[in-house]
């Protein structure tokens, strides 16, 4: 039996990529400027800040596909660091210790990283990250 949607892998792909990209940004864009929600921004000079510049940077190049499979490695890795810095030691769950999205993120952008950036991306465009196999086929 194919699988449901399979057709259209490559695009769902590119769409969680770019919606994925784009909401870690945000991540970014909140520490660094008060924006969405105008809390309180951070030192750009501390280890928070680099957290705030690794999610606008790591998540624009990720949304728009550009070095996908660094930028995801990066993001993926400074989310692991952020739960076993933030939320690990509070508790080992993590629905109570609120490292969910720490998680789903870090493992998010480790596959980002294996598969690379896809269609619909600036990689692509220039000849770098899409296989064969991602243009119109379901596998």
């Known amino acids: 039996m194919d699988r449901f949607l399979g057709t259209y892998s490559p695009q769902l792909y590119a769409i969680l990529r770019i919606v994925a990209g784009l909401m870690f940004a945000m991540h970014g864009t909140q520490k660094l400027f008060g924006w969405p929600g ?4 951070v030192e750009v000079a501390s280890l928070m800040g680099l957290a705030g510049i690794i999610e606008l940077v790591g998540g624009l190049m990720i949304a728009f596909g550009l070095l996908t499979s660094w930028a995801a490695f990066i993001c993926s890795g400074e989310m692991a660091v952020a739960y076993f810095m933030a939320h690990a030691s509070q508790d ?7 490292g969910e999205l720490a998680i789903l993120y870090c493992f998010l952008f480790l596959y980002m990283a294996a598969r690379g950036s896809g269609i619909w991306s600036i990689d692509a465009a220039t000849g770098r990250g899409v296989r064969t196999r991602d243009v119109g086929h379901s596998y």
């Open 38 to 41: 105008g809390g309180d921004t």
């Open 92 to 98: 080992w769950a993590p629905l109570i210790n609120k």
